[in-house]
């Protein structure tokens, strides 16, 4: 019977089968956490750049919905930032040099004015004096004084004002209307860029759910991802094993096809019991008080998600 022997290693060795763990042993399978991807707003979508089955490395692009609305509003709101930044910067200026040129011309004409008032007005005082005018003209030529010294005084304020910025609580107001449309424009790139989102991390695209043309409900999953680092393994321990069995204690793990030597680091053990494991996973242990276990298999063993699986539990 040698021939046959070495026959079943030959095909154990080619098929990859491991034996499985010495000691006690608990059923389970493996099981994925799934990252579903899906964009909050409803649109139609554009593209589809992954292809289901295979592996897209971080920050790749997954699709992308139409955004040719999106981004008329993000142009929209870009010009609605630039104008709140023109109206807070003219609010921290004076008024236009041309402006305050005229008021320059105007006070120098006033001034001019002035001067000649003020000489009337002394003319005007001599001849009173000396009895030889009237009073009523040097009431006249007083007044033309005051008028002259008062507008002077006016365009100078004007003057002043013109070059001083607006008030305070109106920059106050510029500013929050600015910030204001800063923050529209911020969450109106962040939707532009979640309509065409990129893998969050290295990750087997385990499906897509849409097709381009199609419409996409708002929060509705497109592509669904998972990392390798998502994968675990769950399986039942009888009752009167669970004790053996702690957080971060590394046990032997086998199934069909798998490579010899592999293990996994326990990462939850269930407070409760249940009764009956899942489906075929409870053959040869129904009517049993059972745990449930998750274990945290190596990264780089690519296990397909619902493969059968044994894990050896310390003697």
Same mark, same amino acid.
């Given at each position: 019977?040698?021939?046959f022997?070495?026959?079943?290693?030959a095909?154990?060795l080619?098929?990859g089968?491991?034996?499985?763990?010495?000691?006690?042993v608990?059923?389970?399978?493996v099981?994925?956490?799934?990252?579903?991807?899906?964009?909050?707003?409803?649109a139609t979508?554009?593209?589809?750049?992954?292809?289901?089955?295979?592996?897209?490395e971080?920050?790749a692009? %997954?699709? *992308?919905?139409?955004?040719?609305? &999106?981004? =008329? !509003?993000?142009d929209?709101?870009a #010009?609605?930032v $630039?104008? @709140?930044?023109?109206?807070?910067?003219?609010?921290?200026?004076?008024k236009?040099?041309?402006?305050?040129?005229?008021?320059?011309a105007?006070?120098?004409?006033?001034?001019?004015?002035?001067?000649?008032?003020?000489?009337?007005l002394h003319r005007?005082e001599?001849?009173?004096?000396?009895?030889?005018?009237?009073?009523?003209?040097?009431?006249a030529?007083?007044?033309?004084?005051?008028?002259?010294?008062?507008?002077?005084?006016?365009?100078?304020?004007?003057?002043?004002?013109?070059? %001083?910025? *607006?008030?305070?609580?109106?920059? &106050?107001? =510029? !500013?929050?209307a600015?910030?204001? #449309?800063?923050a $529209?424009? @911020?969450?109106?790139?962040?939707r532009?860029?979640?309509?065409?989102?990129?893998?969050p991390?290295a990750?087997?695209v385990?499906?897509?759910?849409?097709?381009p043309?199609?419409w996409?409900?708002?929060?509705?999953?497109?592509?669904?991802?998972?990392?390798?680092?998502?994968r675990k393994?769950?399986?039942?321990?009888p009752?009167?094993?669970?004790?053996?069995v702690r957080p971060?204690?590394?046990l032997?793990?086998?199934c069909d096809?798998?490579?010899?030597?592999?293990t996994?680091?326990?990462?939850?053990?269930?407070?409760?019991?249940?009764?009956?494991?899942?489906?075929?996973?409870s053959?040869?242990?129904?009517e049993?008080?059972?745990?449930?276990?998750?274990?945290?298999?190596?990264?780089?063993?690519?296990?397909?998600p619902?493969?059968?699986?044994?894990?050896?539990?310390p003697p």
């Amino acid at each position: 019977m040698t021939w046959f022997s070495d026959a079943v290693a030959a095909v154990a060795l080619f098929l990859g089968l491991s034996g499985p763990p010495a000691g006690p042993v608990a059923h389970g399978y493996v099981e994925g956490e799934y990252l579903r991807i899906a964009a909050p707003v409803a649109a139609t979508l554009d593209k589809l750049n992954v292809v289901r089955g295979r592996t897209v490395e971080a920050g790749a692009p %997954l699709f *992308a919905l139409d955004r040719t609305m &999106a981004r =008329a !509003e993000r142009d929209r709101l870009a #010009a609605a930032v $630039a104008q @709140a930044k023109s109206q807070r910067a003219d609010l921290t200026k004076g008024k236009r040099p041309e402006e305050i040129a005229v008021i320059a011309a105007q006070t120098a004409q006033t001034e001019a004015s002035l001067h000649q008032t003020q000489a009337e007005l002394h003319r005007q005082e001599v001849l009173v004096r000396r009895n030889v005018g009237a009073v009523e003209r040097l009431e006249a030529a007083r007044a033309a004084r005051d008028r002259d010294v008062a507008r002077l005084a006016e365009l100078s304020a004007q003057l002043d004002t013109a070059r %001083l910025p *607006a008030r305070i609580d109106q920059i &106050a107001a =510029a !500013e929050a209307a600015l910030a204001m #449309a800063e923050a $529209a424009l @911020a969450q109106q790139e962040r939707r532009l860029a979640e309509m065409a989102p990129m893998a969050p991390t290295a990750a087997l695209v385990e499906d897509t759910l849409y097709n381009p043309g199609e419409w996409v409900p708002a929060g509705s999953p497109v592509v669904t991802l998972l990392p390798p680092e998502r994968r675990k393994l769950v399986v039942f321990v009888p009752e009167p094993l669970v004790a053996r069995v702690r957080p971060g204690q590394a046990l032997p793990v086998s199934c069909d096809g798998c490579p010899a030597g592999l293990t996994a680091v326990v990462a939850f053990v269930a407070p409760r019991a249940e009764y009956t494991p899942p489906v075929i996973y409870s053959v040869g242990s129904r009517e049993k008080l059972v745990f449930r276990i998750e274990l945290a298999p190596d990264p780089s063993w690519s296990a397909a998600p619902g493969l059968p699986v044994d894990v050896g539990l310390p003697p």
